[in-house]
């Protein structure tokens, strides 16, 4: 059975750290894009980050460059996302997923098909 589980979440102060973690069993994480999503409540869910199969490549939403870094460890099928200076306009929960194929436009969460439960960020101000 396909689950991708999500660690890492918790209540942190502005200005504060927290890593993330995406662990995956029955699927697989290499030679698809893999990425991170949020959902804040009242909101849609909206891409944050996301790595290309070989890690080489990292794309980041804009308001997340130079705070939040994604990683992969394809041995261990994990993904990561270490995030920095967090600010209270990043709460919400954060979602892992993988893409459907090698080549989907990772921007989208369409184009994703398997997904984490999600775990809740909050950041205190």
């Known amino acids: 059975q396909a689950q991708l589980v999500e660690s890492g979440g918790g209540l942190v102060q502005a200005g504060g750290s927290l890593r993330l973690s995406c662990a995956a069993s029955g699927v697989t994480f290499s030679n698809y894009y893999i990425g991170w999503f949020r959902q804040a409540p009242g909101k849609e869910r909206e891409f944050v980050a996301a790595?290309?199969?070989?890690?080489?490549?990292?794309y980041y939403a804009d308001s997340m460059k130079g705070r939040f870094t994604i990683s992969r460890d394809n041995a261990k099928n994990t993904l990561y996302l270490q995030m920095n200076s967090l600010k209270p306009e990043d709460t919400a929960v954060y979602y892992c997923a993988r893409s459907k194929a090698r080549y989907s436009d990772y921007r989208w969460a369409y184009e994703y098909d398997y997904w984490g439960q999600g775990t809740q960020v909050t950041v205190s101000s």
């Open positions: 790595i290309n199969w070989s890690g080489g490549y990292a």
